[in-house]
């Protein structure tokens, strides 16, 4: 059976985040589409997987809502359901960057057309990363700028770092479009002037020009961990034996549970965990069934 997941945002208004979280819980129990979906004041943001039919009915029922009838998402095609289990919540922010944000500032967008174009005729501009290092280490645009940040939330104190090109022609990027939606708008508040967003994210990118530009693999904040974009080249190492590996595990040492590179013969070598130490631990998590 064929599985899409997808993900999706939109910065607007909601006055009843609890009444739309309970309907949309409600809509994905009843597709058994899993994955996460937050909500609050400032909008929607949903990451989700299901059968095709299934994701499609939920596409159509969301759109059906006035406030979220341009909704645009990003897909993948998937052999199995992504995650493994449903959480709709509300948040403050649907992305968290700590930091007041007018999104009437944000960026305007460059298709991946456009960005296929600047790197083909070999035009100045600056590609910023807007991820975290861990998610760059696997994969990311021929010579992006990667910030050393393991969290957004740590973004605007290292976009501090970068004054020196805050009058060049800056192109950012993430996953899906919000953070780098968000960024932009932050970073235009404190005075670059020449920003824009990739519309779509990297997964727009590698859906329409797989394996040009974007080096590596992507990674994704669901079971996967990491998903094919048509590039062979390798940015990772493996933690255990330091051969050039682009797949992220979590350790199954249930009390470490870090998120580290590691190739297939070393997960069978060290039992899926990052030590000796964990290796050996009387806790360890089971493999999860994927329905």
């Given at each position: ?13 909601i ?62 095609e ?110 235009n ?95 360890h998590r089971?493999?999860l069934?994927?329905?």
């Amino acid at each position: 059976m064929d599985y899409n997941t997808i993900t999706f945002y939109k910065f607007i208004e909601i006055t009843d985040p609890e009444g739309l979280m309970n309907q949309l819980r409600n809509l994905c129990e009843v597709l058994n589409v899993k994955g996460r979906i937050l909500l609050g004041k400032e909008g929607i943001n949903g990451g989700v997987s299901g059968t095709k039919p299934d994701i499609h009915k939920l596409k159509l029922e969301i759109m059906k809502r006035p406030q979220f009838n341009d909704l645009t998402f990003r897909e993948l095609e998937t052999e199995t359901n992504s995650y493994h289990r449903l959480v709709v919540r509300i948040r403050d922010e649907i992305i968290t960057l700590g930091k007041q944000v007018d999104m009437r500032n944000k960026a305007n967008y460059i298709t991946p057309e456009n960005l296929k174009k600047l790197y083909d005729e070999g035009e100045d501009f600056v590609i910023l990363d807007t991820r975290n290092k861990y998610e760059a280490d696997v994969g990311k645009f021929k010579n992006a700028i990667v910030l050393p940040i393991d969290s957004f939330y740590d973004f605007p104190q290292a976009i501090n770092t970068l004054a020196d090109i805050k009058n060049k022609k800056i192109i950012t990027y993430c996953t899906g479009g919000i953070r780098c939606e968000k960024a932009t708008a932050f970073m235009n508040q404190i005075g670059f002037e020449n920003v824009f967003q990739l519309k779509g994210g990297i997964i727009e990118f590698v859906n329409t020009f797989p394996g040009e530009e974007f080096e590596g693999d992507l990674f994704v904040f669901d079971d996967r961990l990491v998903s094919k974009t048509g590039s062979d080249k390798k940015l990772g190492k493996c933690e255990i034996c330091l051969q050039p590996c682009n797949n992220y595990t979590d350790c199954y040492n249930m009390d470490c549970d870090k998120l580290f590179i590691c190739c297939d013969d070393c997960k069978i070598k060290m039992k899926n965990t990052c030590c000796e130490e964990c290796k050996v631990a009387e806790r360890h998590r089971p493999i999860l069934t994927k329905l």
